[in-house]
């Protein structure tokens, strides 16, 4: 049985002086200054025990709901409502609310509010039922019987786990149940909204410690499931219910500035409505100017921000229009005609927020300095931005493509097209299954409440909240294969792991091979999205002692190069090709590379012997040069190394010289890395299958965890050479390769 229910042998307990929160009058919306009066519910109580009194008749009780139906369907059938209402009727007879009234009026509540916000009729169905498998006798399959399974599968996602049977788990695990509901049906928590609505209402009947609890709740999981679906009617009147109950002296004194306020003999706001009418009017765009009140928790934000107010901060002016281009027509007039304030301008209808919102911002200035802020928006629009998901209806396939009574029984539903910050809260509570751990990581996923979108070089996109870094972006991407991230470029620029991605962000993640790859404990620092930190965390204590350490300020993996690794597999003469000292890399003249097996370089000095520089390796087809050094040596360079304009800086003559027909080569190239386990092994494995024979290798010290590798490879054919750098490149880690470009001595 909920909370709200008491036995109907038990006499309901007298109601104690009402809270703030049952007292708290909603601030009044422009949009509904004519919507009718809220419905006394021990009237509606009274009228409810009546129950039908003709078969086929709509109950009286019902009517309030009917008419607000109407006015969004006015082609609705009612004949489901009607089922539903006296099924409702009927099972809760006999049960009290702890605030006296009889219990029906909870469901009759919650379904007038989805009414008035436009659900349509298998929604409204599903409300009536919503607390009749948890509070009575009735099952699931009599609702399926009935209604069909549209509506058994809607009941269910709200039906509370009992506590009997999951004990203090049973709430963290029943919103588990609702939103593994809503990924398939995001109406489930559009009931689960309204019923928290109508709960928070009412909540003056419980013991304060209890009204505090429900409270924080709804502040820290509720509101901004409401703000994510868009919900906006809904959000900010639970937001002022729990401002009243949470913080009662600051709700207090809002309400005194708000009161305050209306009592003023002159309205800025309605000055500069009539102001806006008459330009808009003379531009000849039909559109309607309201007075958008700001609600408490509003008022208190800019009072915090702004410290005194003034009588523009305790609304917004609302311009409704048709048509989207009226939207920009207005903005140029108002613009053309009044002060605007640039900075305060957003366009929501060319990129509209994740939560379905779509408007234009903007604001203006009157001469006594005050600003104006304006919402433009078509009506459909509002209608959006106010109800979010419950006004797009059924999003679904229709009741008759409604899945069998197979499909039925294990309570799958096809998964439509969702929200991605729910398709990413259903990834991550498969992986939490403790309940502490879901009910904490839930509260901390829901705080952030802005979205970005960064694309991946595929074309592809990747919805994160706003602050995720390449960390979380990789364990989005890639779930837990994300341990073997070894770094990433953003925007084509290499970045670390622990940079923080903005909108729009192009993002390419680098991806090691090694299956025993380890995710560093650095990452957790790095982490926003619960995707990452459960996966970083569930390996983490499952190998005790692992994860590799990362660099405290960059956080990019800092796994040491390995000191040694074969350089030709299975080679017997691989010692030759000792690993040499970074400190030993070669000069532009003295360290010469050994000579090359076969050399085809033709001269203008007959006699001389010729090497090749190891500073730039020329290979055919390079343009080069010659220089003659000690020993009657000539030492062939590239013509764009940096040694030759040393050379000839000190005076010394240039040697013709060109390719013969050589085929076989030496050349260094030079390869930049992320550092990981196996690099160099890898690394040496992708030039032996190329064929070419590694004659010495550098690896310098990790510098910010990158890794330079300069290897003198011996090619039998230059030819092969682009073939041989894009092989390296492949390398998983390795984001360049080069050919070498020592610096000349003094430069």
């Given at each position: ?27 009044p919306r422009a949009d509904r200054r004519k919507s009718r009066p809220r419905i006394d519910l021990r009237r509606l109580g009274r009228a409810a025990l009546l ?430 294969d994300a341990h073997a991230c070894i770094g990433a470029r953003v925007n084509g620029r290499l970045a670390t792991l622990s940079t923080v991605l903005r909108d ?244």
């Open positions: 049985m909920s909370a709200e229910a008491t036995n109907p042998a038990t006499p309901g307990p007298v109601a104690p002086t009402a809270s703030p929160a049952a007292t708290a009058p909603a601030v129950g039908p009194a003709v078969r086929g008749k709509l109950p009286d009780a019902i009517s309030h709901v009917v008419e607000a139906h109407r006015a969004h369907h006015p082609d609705a059938d009612l004949d489901p409502l009607r089922r539903a209402y006296v099924l409702a009727e009927s099972s809760h007879r006999g049960q009290m609310r702890k605030s006296g009234e009889p219990y029906i009026t909870h469901p009759l509540a919650v379904t007038l509010i989805l009414a008035e916000l436009g659900a349509e009729t298998t929604t409204l169905t599903a409300s009536l039922l919503h607390d009749t498998v948890e509070d009575t006798d009735v099952t699931l399959d009599q609702v399926r019987e009935q209604f069909g399974e549209e509506v058994r599968y809607l009941v269910d996602g709200v039906t509370k786990l009992e506590k009997v049977d999951y004990g203090a788990a049973a709430e963290p695990e029943t919103f588990r149940k609702m939103l593994v509901a809503t990924g398939s049906d995001v109406r489930v928590m559009s009931i689960k909204l309204a019923d928290r609505l109508h709960n928070m209402r009412t909540l003056g009947v419980m013991r304060p410690e209890k009204q505090a609890r429900i409270a924080k709740v709804t502040r820290d999981v509720l509101i901004p499931l409401a703000e994510r679906l868009g919900v906006q009617a809904l959000k900010t009147e639970m937001e002022d219910l729990v401002f009243a109950i949470l913080h009662p002296e600051e709700y207090e004194h809002t309400r005194e500035l708000i009161a305050k306020n209306a009592a003023r003999p002159d309205d800025p706001l309605a000055e500069v409505a009539d102001e806006m009418r008459g330009v808009l009017r003379e531009a000849g765009i039909p559109a309607e100017v309201l007075i958008r009140p700001r609600h408490f928790v509003s008022v208190h934000r800019v009072a915090r921000k702004r410290g005194q107010l003034r009588g523009t901060d305790f609304g917004r002016l609302l311009v409704l229009v048709n048509e989207d281009a009226d939207c920009y027509a207005v903005l140029g007039e108002l613009h053309t005609c009044m002060t605007p304030v640039v900075s305060e301008f957003k366009d929501f209808i060319a990129v509209p927020k994740f939560n379905l919102y779509q408007s234009l911002h903007t604001a203006v200035a009157r001469p006594d300095g005050q600003v104006v802020e304006v919402l433009i928006r078509t009506h459909l629009m509002h209608k959006v931005a106010e109800a979010g998901v419950v006004a797009l209806g059924n999003p679904y396939a229709p009741a008759s493509d409604a899945p069998t009574s197979d499909d039925a029984a294990d309570g799958e539903r096809a998964d439509p097209t969702r929200p991605g910050w729910l398709s990413r809260l259903l990834d991550w509570q498969q992986a939490a299954p403790d309940p502490d751990t879901f009910w904490s990581t839930l509260r901390e996923d829901l705080a952030q409440d802005r979205e970005i979108t960064v694309f991946r070089p595929d074309g592809g996109t990747l919805g994160l909240p706003e602050g995720a870094t390449c960390v979380d972006a990789a364990y989005a991407q890639y779930g837990e729009g962000d192009t993002v390419q993640l680098l991806m090691g091979q090694d299956p025993a790859s380890e995710p560093s404990r650095e990452w957790l620092e790095h982490a926003h999205t619960p995707a990452a930190r459960i996966a970083i965390q569930r390996w983490l204590a499952t190998h005790p002692g692992g994860g590799t350490d990362t660099d405290e300020t960059t956080g990019t993996r800092a796994e040491p190069a390995e000191d040694a690794a074969p350089l030709r597999r299975g080679d017997p003469a691989q010692s030759a090709a000792a690993l040499r000292p970074a400190d030993a890399a070669p000069g532009v003249e003295g360290a010469l590379a050994p000579r090359p097996r076969r050399t085809d370089v033709l001269m203008d000095r007959p006699g001389a012997s010729v090497r090749l520089a190891g500073c730039c390796t020329p290979v055919p087809p390079d343009e080069i040069t010659g220089f003659a050094v000690r020993g009657g040596v000539v030492t062939v360079h590239r013509v764009e190394c940096a040694a030759v304009a040393h050379m000839k800086g000190r005076g010394r003559a240039e040697i013709g010289v060109r390719w013969g027909d050589t085929t076989e080569c030496r050349v260094t190239l030079v390869a930049e890395s992320f550092g990981r386990p196996h690099l160099l092994a890898d690394l040496t494995e992708a030039i032996s299958s190329a064929g070419v024979d590694i004659v010495s290798a550098t690896v310098e010290p990790p510098t910010q965890q990158r890794v330079r590798h300069t290897y003198t490879l011996q090619l039998p054919d230059a030819a092969r050479l682009p073939s041989l750098m894009r092989a390296m490149r492949d390398v998983p880690g390795v984001y360049d390769v080069s050919r070498a470009q020592h610096q000349a001595p003094g430069a």
